[in-house]
T-cell receptor, first 112, second 117 residues
Framework: LAKTTQPISMDSYEGQEVNITCSHNNIATNDYITWYQQFPSQGPRFIIQGYKTKVTNEVASLFIPADRKSSTLSLPRVSLSDTAVYYCLVGSLMDSSYKLIFGSGTRLLVRP | NAGVMQNPRHLVRRRGQEARLRCSPMKGHSHVYWYRQLPEEGLKFMVYLQKENIIDESGMPKERFSAEFPKEGPSILRIQQVVRGDSAAYFC???????????????FGPGTRLTVL
């Protein structure tokens, strides 16, 4: 499974847009890109998933360039409650075992 | 639709005792995954099960750890003769069946925090 690289931490302020970029140079043809959010003492929560170009849902947008070697999670107008760890994962949905590999994630701190 | 349920939420055991962690997947989900998380680290895959079958246990320690997902009832992660290094948060996730042998997004439970004294 492809290894991902993302910033260890980021700071932002309420109301700003936050973009977290993840590198996955060895992504395979069948791999999807998935982002999870984790609050302290809670399980990871699925945010968004994509394969190429742009995906948008009610929570975030995911931008994936044509070469798919990186992706950017965009959180519009963050609030204090968006303070969490964000994980970028890549993996194939065609495997019989979809084994999620979590890195250390990006710790986002949203300040008032 | 209730989410993934895990119990207990907190479990304290003394060295040498057994720990049993339970996971009830979301309704309609037949795939269960167990992960372990140490403080300040990401989750580490342990085992993937479908009903009555272990599909992938490549992340499970060879000794003392076992998992099952019986036809009826929750999935169980069992740790025998616990040691201090087993102290961690253990998360269960589930996903539904999809056509064509594909798997799908995993949804996580709240976790069980195991403390070994």
């Amino acid at each position: 499974l492809a290894k991902t690289t993302q910033p260890i931490s980021m700071d932002s302020y309420e109301g700003q847009e936050v973009n977290i970029t993840c590198s996955h140079n060895n992504i395979a043809t069948n791999d999807y890109i998935t982002w999870y959010q984790q609050f302290p003492s809670q399980g990871p929560r699925f945010i968004i998933q994509g394969y190429k170009t742009k995906v948008t849902n009610e929570v975030a947008s995911l931008f994936i360039p044509a070469d798919r070697k990186s992706s950017t999670l965009s959180l519009p107008r963050v609030s204090l409650s968006d303070t969490a760890v964000y994980y970028c994962l890549v993996g194939s949905l065609m495997d019989s075992s979809y084994k999620l590999i979590f890195g250390s994630g990006t710790r986002l701190l949203v300040r008032p | 639709n209730a989410g993934v349920m895990q119990n207990p939420r907190h479990l304290v055991r003394r060295r040498g005792q057994e720990a049993r962690l339970r996971c009830s997947p979301m309704k309609g989900h037949s795939h269960v995954y167990w992960y372990r998380q140490l403080p300040e680290e990401g989750l580490k895959f342990m085992v993937y099960l479908q009903k009555e079958n272990i599909i992938d246990e490549s992340g499970m320690p060879k000794e003392r750890f076992s998992a099952e997902f019986p036809k009826e009832g929750p999935s169980i992660l069992r740790i025998q003769q616990v040691v201090r290094g087993d102290s961690a948060a253990y998360f269960c996730a589930s996903s539904p069946d999809l056509a064509g042998g594909r798997t799908d997004t995993q949804y996580f439970g709240p976790g069980t925090r195991l403390t070994v004294l």
